[in-house]
């Protein structure tokens, strides 16, 4: 196994931010590990940052080959810009950059049915590329559902599911004061992010659960060195 693909239930949900907690990782470690983000639209500041967390080892171009000028899914860019997607293309990038580095952290755009192109969605680069994923759901009201719901999707497709990361983003912590009678703002958000983790926990006690906080992404790090190498870690 040499790479790995994160994906999300929508987008913004802090992939790019993930990605790149891995990357300063792997930088200290000297892990050979290179991102990838085949494709982006609307701007490069996600394939940027990348890159700037490998400490200028990679370009944002090498680690975006392909960009499309509109903020649209790639399909519907694609279309406005009469410009469909080169396959040939995007799988010598990525073997360029597998040809360098030893193992690959693949980041899709948007949701995991967004579409690539009218055949292909954005979870479907796990089986063209033979990668496990890590499923990124922002840790707020209404996570549980749109976990279960990427999970069906991926299981559909027969994805391995090597972790699913609760993030925690700013603004998934508001709740409108009209869903809190007795609790506080506050104290409602509190719930709701670490019943989430609970409950999903218990609800799909077969995944590795980890959430935004410093000690998980460790975690997640060897988690994801693990599986790149094949060794048998375990939580401890």
């Known amino acids: 196994m040499s790479r790995i693909l994160v994906v999300a239930n929508d987008t913004n949900t802090g992939k790019t931010w993930l990605c790149c907690e891995m990357l300063h990782r792997a930088v200290k470690e000297n892990f050979s590990i290179s991102p990838f983000k085949p494709v982006a639209t609307g701007s490069r500041s996600d394939a940027i940052l990348l890159a700037e967390a490998t400490c200028g080892r990679v370009a944002y171009s090498e680690v975006n080959p392909v960009f499309f000028q509109a903020p649209l899914a790639p399909l519907a860019a694609s279309l406005i810009e009469d410009k ?12 360029y950059l597998q040809s360098r580095y030893k193992y690959l952290l693949v980041e899709a755009a948007g949701g995991i049915l967004t579409p690539l192109d009218r055949q ?3 979870c479907d680069l796990a089986t063209r590329w033979t990668a496990p994923v890590i499923l990124v759901v922002p840790n707020k009201l209404g996570a549980i559902s749109q976990t279960r719901a990427s999970v069906e999707v991926l299981l559909s497709r027969k994805i391995e599911i090597l972790a699913i990361v609760l993030n925690e983003l700013p ?22 992010r670490s019943s989430n983790l609970a409950i999903l926990r218990e609800i799909l006690p077969d995944y590795k659960f980890f959430t935004s906080q410093p000690s998980d992404l460790n975690l997640l790090w060897k988690t994801i060195k693990a599986r790149l190498t094949s060794s048998p870690y375990q939580d401890t």
């Open 120 to 122: 292909s969605s954005m």
């Open 84 to 95: 469909m997607l080169d396959w040939t293309f995007i799988d010598r990038r990525l073997e």
């Open 171 to 192: 603004e998934a912590t508001q709740v409108p004061l009209h869903h809190a009678q007795i609790f506080s703002d506050d104290s409602i958000s509190q719930i709701t």
